[in-house]
Protein backbone atom coordinates (compact mmCIF):
# COMPACT_ATOMS: atom_id res chain seq x y z
CA UNK A 1 0.00 0.00 0.00
CA UNK A 2 1.59 3.62 -0.39
CA UNK A 3 -0.43 7.03 0.10
CA UNK A 4 -1.85 8.75 -2.69
CA UNK A 5 0.40 11.97 -3.00
CA UNK A 6 -0.96 15.21 -5.51
CA UNK A 7 1.16 17.97 -6.87
CA UNK A 8 2.51 20.82 -4.55
CA UNK A 9 2.83 23.36 -7.38
CA UNK A 10 1.52 23.99 -10.68
CA UNK A 11 -1.69 25.64 -11.43
CA UNK A 12 -4.38 25.82 -8.70
CA UNK A 13 -7.20 24.43 -11.05
CA UNK A 14 -4.90 21.30 -12.26
CA UNK A 15 -4.10 20.54 -8.80
CA UNK A 16 -7.98 21.04 -7.72
CA UNK A 17 -9.04 19.03 -10.42
CA UNK A 18 -6.56 16.16 -10.47
CA UNK A 19 -7.24 15.62 -7.02
CA UNK A 20 -11.43 14.98 -7.22
CA UNK A 21 -10.24 13.10 -10.22
CA UNK A 22 -8.37 10.79 -8.13
CA UNK A 23 -10.53 10.46 -5.27
CA UNK A 24 -14.22 10.72 -6.65
CA UNK A 25 -13.29 7.44 -9.01
CA UNK A 26 -13.21 5.46 -6.13
CA UNK A 27 -15.36 7.10 -3.18
CA UNK A 28 -18.76 5.80 -2.71
CA UNK A 29 -20.37 8.49 -0.68
CA UNK A 30 -23.23 7.29 1.67
CA UNK A 31 -25.86 8.86 2.94
CA UNK A 32 -24.40 11.90 5.22
CA UNK A 33 -25.74 14.78 7.60
CA UNK A 34 -23.75 17.12 10.03
CA UNK A 35 -23.80 15.88 13.47
CA UNK A 36 -23.26 12.41 12.55
CA UNK A 37 -20.63 10.78 14.67
CA UNK A 38 -17.44 9.98 12.73
CA UNK A 39 -15.26 6.88 13.91
CA UNK A 40 -12.07 7.46 15.70
CA UNK A 41 -9.29 5.46 17.10
CA UNK A 42 -10.06 3.35 19.76
CA UNK A 43 -10.51 4.89 22.98
CA UNK A 44 -9.87 8.30 21.75
CA UNK A 45 -13.87 8.29 20.60
CA UNK A 46 -14.94 8.23 24.32
CA UNK A 47 -12.79 11.11 24.96
CA UNK A 48 -13.34 13.23 21.95
CA UNK A 49 -16.30 11.76 19.72
CA UNK A 50 -15.83 13.33 16.20
CA UNK A 51 -18.85 14.65 14.70
CA UNK A 52 -19.35 15.32 10.98
CA UNK A 53 -19.40 18.92 10.32
CA UNK A 54 -17.07 20.27 13.33
CA UNK A 55 -13.39 21.58 13.36
CA UNK A 56 -10.62 19.97 16.42
CA UNK A 57 -7.74 21.32 16.82
CA UNK A 58 -4.80 18.78 17.98
CA UNK A 59 -1.16 20.20 18.97
CA UNK A 60 1.00 17.17 17.40
CA UNK A 61 0.88 15.32 14.21
CA UNK A 62 0.76 11.93 15.87
CA UNK A 63 -2.72 13.50 17.43
CA UNK A 64 -4.00 14.33 14.01
CA UNK A 65 -3.27 10.79 12.79
CA UNK A 66 -4.96 9.24 15.35
CA UNK A 67 -7.75 10.81 14.88
CA UNK A 68 -8.20 10.30 11.17
CA UNK A 69 -7.21 7.15 11.85
CA UNK A 70 -10.34 5.07 13.28
CA UNK A 71 -12.30 6.61 10.29
CA UNK A 72 -9.77 5.15 7.47
CA UNK A 73 -10.18 2.10 9.77
CA UNK A 74 -13.96 2.04 9.03
CA UNK A 75 -13.33 2.11 5.55
CA UNK A 76 -13.37 6.04 4.81
CA UNK A 77 -11.07 8.62 2.91
CA UNK A 78 -9.01 10.81 5.06
CA UNK A 79 -6.14 13.38 3.62
CA UNK A 80 -3.54 15.71 4.76
CA UNK A 81 -2.06 18.66 3.72
CA UNK A 82 0.43 21.02 4.97
CA UNK A 83 2.73 17.71 5.75
CA UNK A 84 5.88 17.61 3.75
CA UNK A 85 7.12 15.44 6.81
CA UNK A 86 4.27 12.74 6.68
CA UNK A 87 5.27 10.00 8.09
CA UNK A 88 3.66 6.90 6.00
CA UNK A 89 5.22 4.72 8.22
CA UNK A 90 3.62 5.83 11.67
CA UNK A 91 0.31 6.41 10.08
CA UNK A 92 0.18 3.09 8.76
CA UNK A 93 0.93 1.68 12.53
CA UNK A 94 -1.60 3.88 14.09
CA UNK A 95 -4.28 1.63 11.36
CA UNK A 96 -4.34 4.71 8.77
CA UNK A 97 -4.83 2.71 5.43
CA UNK A 98 -2.97 4.34 3.26
CA UNK A 99 -4.52 3.27 -0.33
CA UNK A 100 -7.47 5.34 0.94
CA UNK A 101 -5.44 8.64 1.70
CA UNK A 102 -4.54 11.82 -0.37
CA UNK A 103 -1.91 13.79 0.87
CA UNK A 104 -1.24 17.38 -0.37
CA UNK A 105 2.31 17.89 1.44
CA UNK A 106 2.99 21.61 0.87
CA UNK A 107 -0.54 23.03 -0.73
CA UNK A 108 1.14 26.37 -0.21
CA UNK A 109 -0.39 29.79 -1.52
CA UNK A 110 -3.58 27.26 -2.57
CA UNK A 111 -4.22 25.89 1.05
CA UNK A 112 -7.55 27.03 1.23
CA UNK A 113 -9.08 26.14 -2.32
CA UNK A 114 -6.92 22.53 -1.92
CA UNK A 115 -8.55 21.90 1.75
CA UNK A 116 -11.77 22.66 0.67
CA UNK A 117 -11.96 20.19 -2.35
CA UNK A 118 -10.18 17.63 0.30
CA UNK A 119 -13.45 18.46 2.71
CA UNK A 120 -15.65 17.71 -0.77
CA UNK A 121 -14.51 14.11 -1.32
CA UNK A 122 -13.01 13.65 2.26
CA UNK A 123 -14.51 11.96 5.30
CA UNK A 124 -11.78 13.28 7.43
CA UNK A 125 -8.94 16.05 6.62
CA UNK A 126 -6.02 17.00 8.59
CA UNK A 127 -4.29 20.61 7.64
CA UNK A 128 -1.53 21.93 9.57
CA UNK A 129 -1.84 25.90 8.36
CA UNK A 130 1.44 27.71 7.22
CA UNK A 131 -0.08 30.73 7.68
CA UNK A 132 -2.32 32.84 9.56
CA UNK A 133 -5.97 31.73 9.65
CA UNK A 134 -8.56 34.42 10.05
CA UNK A 135 -11.82 34.12 10.49
CA UNK A 136 -13.42 34.65 7.30
CA UNK A 137 -11.22 31.46 5.84
CA UNK A 138 -12.62 29.46 8.61
CA UNK A 139 -15.17 30.32 8.18
CA UNK A 140 -15.34 29.24 4.51
CA UNK A 141 -14.29 25.68 5.41
CA UNK A 142 -16.77 25.15 8.11
CA UNK A 143 -20.09 25.97 5.91
CA UNK A 144 -18.33 23.54 3.58
CA UNK A 145 -17.56 20.82 6.51
CA UNK A 146 -21.55 21.47 7.37
CA UNK A 147 -22.67 20.93 3.86
CA UNK A 148 -20.69 17.64 2.87
CA UNK A 149 -20.58 15.88 6.38
CA UNK A 150 -16.66 16.01 6.94
CA UNK A 151 -14.66 16.26 10.12
CA UNK A 152 -11.30 18.89 9.85
CA UNK A 153 -8.90 18.40 12.23
CA UNK A 154 -6.07 21.42 12.76
CA UNK A 155 -2.38 21.34 13.45
CA UNK A 156 -2.28 24.89 14.35
CA UNK A 157 -4.23 28.31 14.84
CA UNK A 158 -7.73 28.52 13.80
CA UNK A 159 -10.35 31.01 14.99
CA UNK A 160 -13.10 28.55 16.11
CA UNK A 161 -12.75 25.33 17.07
CA UNK A 162 -15.65 22.88 18.65
CA UNK A 163 -13.00 21.24 20.66
CA UNK A 164 -9.19 21.00 20.50
CA UNK A 165 -7.06 17.72 22.64
CA UNK A 166 -3.19 18.62 23.39
CA UNK A 167 -0.72 16.10 24.86
CA UNK A 168 -0.07 17.58 28.03
CA UNK A 169 2.95 15.17 28.70
CA UNK A 170 4.57 11.79 26.73
CA UNK A 171 6.69 9.28 27.61
CA UNK A 172 8.07 6.02 25.87
CA UNK A 173 8.53 2.97 27.69
CA UNK A 174 10.94 -0.21 27.32
CA UNK A 175 12.82 -1.93 26.72
CA UNK A 176 13.97 -2.45 30.01
CA UNK A 177 17.61 -4.02 29.36
CA UNK A 178 18.64 -1.40 26.83
CA UNK A 179 17.80 -3.65 23.96
CA UNK A 180 14.83 -4.07 21.46
CA UNK A 181 11.94 -1.85 20.52
CA UNK A 182 10.05 0.70 22.49
CA UNK A 183 6.81 -1.01 23.42
CA UNK A 184 3.92 1.63 24.25
CA UNK A 185 3.43 5.36 25.14
CA UNK A 186 2.38 6.87 27.79
CA UNK A 187 0.60 10.36 28.01
CA UNK A 188 -1.85 12.84 29.17
CA UNK A 189 -4.40 14.13 27.27
CA UNK A 190 -6.19 17.36 27.33
CA UNK A 191 -9.49 17.97 25.78
CA UNK A 192 -10.70 21.51 25.97
CA UNK A 193 -14.56 21.74 24.75
CA UNK A 194 -15.97 25.00 23.96
CA UNK A 195 -17.81 26.58 26.64
CA UNK A 196 -16.75 23.88 29.29
CA UNK A 197 -14.12 23.10 31.58
CA UNK A 198 -10.79 21.23 30.24
CA UNK A 199 -10.56 17.21 30.94
CA UNK A 200 -7.82 15.22 31.41
CA UNK A 201 -7.01 11.63 31.18
CA UNK A 202 -4.23 9.51 31.09
CA UNK A 203 -3.77 7.07 27.86
CA UNK A 204 -1.32 4.37 26.82
CA UNK A 205 -0.75 3.83 22.65
CA UNK A 206 0.25 0.40 21.93
CA UNK A 207 0.39 0.13 18.49
CA UNK A 208 -2.79 1.63 16.56
CA UNK A 209 -4.59 1.43 19.90
CA UNK A 210 -4.93 4.08 22.64
CA UNK A 211 -6.37 2.66 25.86
CA UNK A 212 -7.93 5.34 28.45
CA UNK A 213 -6.94 4.94 31.72
CA UNK A 214 -8.34 6.41 34.57
CA UNK A 215 -8.79 10.14 34.60
CA UNK A 216 -5.38 11.89 35.23
CA UNK A 217 -4.92 13.51 38.34
CA UNK A 218 -4.65 17.38 38.90
CA UNK A 219 -1.04 17.23 40.08
CA UNK A 220 0.53 13.66 38.76
CA UNK A 221 3.00 11.74 39.92
CA UNK A 222 5.78 11.87 36.98
CA UNK A 223 5.98 8.38 35.24
CA UNK A 224 9.88 6.40 35.54
CA UNK A 225 11.46 6.84 32.45
CA UNK A 226 12.68 3.23 31.55
CA UNK A 227 16.00 2.80 30.76
CA UNK A 228 17.54 2.07 27.81
Do not use: I
Not at 14 to 26: F, M, Q, S, T, Y
Not at 78 to 100: H, K, N, Q, Y
Not at 102 to 121: I, Q
Amino acid sequence: MSVRPLPTSGDRAEVVARLRERVAALECRTTRSAGQTVPSTSGLSSVLPLEAGHAYGVDSAFLGLALAAGASRAGEWVGFTGFPDFGAEAAAGLGVALDRTVLVPEPGEHWLEVTAALVDVLRVVVLRPTVRVDAKQAGVLESRLRRRSAVLVVHGGWPRLTASVSLERSLWEGPLDGRGHLERRRGTLVVDRRGRPATRVDVVTTGSEVEVLTPAPAAATPWRRASG
